[in-house]
């Protein structure tokens, strides 16, 4: 299984941006479909966005026009940048590689209004 590890997570008023990275371990990240899911208290866990390994995008409604998924092979990173944060985005986001199952710890995303 890849190892992943997020990081970017913190506090950010309402309408304000923050930029989630996700590292991968191992050599073949390029092939990899990855993916970002955030799960806020008291929900379920709920899928956000998804690059495959030739870079094609899809996100969950709640979340277009707002987040960006992208990804860097030569860094073996995913990132989500996300702008214009609302309160319902408050959650812990979560890196995924669905291919093998892996998840990464988790970050904690804030969003005060």
């Known amino acids: 299984q890849v190892q992943l590890v997020e990081s970017g997570g913190g506090l950010v008023q309402a309408g304000g941006s923050l930029r989630l990275s996700c590292v991968a371990s191992?050599?073949?990240?390029?092939?990899?479909?990855m993916a970002w899911s955030r799960q806020a208290p008291g929900k379920q866990r709920e899928w956000v966005a998804t690059?495959?390994?030739?870079?094609?995008?899809n996100y969950a409604d709640s979340v277009k026009g707002r987040f960006t998924i992208s990804r860097s092979n030569a860094k073996n990173t995913v990132y989500l940048q996300m702008n214009s944060l609302k309160p319902e985005d408050t959650a812990v986001y979560y890196c995924?590689?669905?291919?093998?199952?892996?998840w990464g710890q988790g970050t904690q995303v804030t969003v005060s209004s």
């Open positions: 191992g050599k073949i990240f390029s092939t990899y479909t």
């Open positions: 995924t590689a669905p291919r093998d199952g892996s």
């Open positions: 690059i495959t390994s030739g870079f094609s995008t």
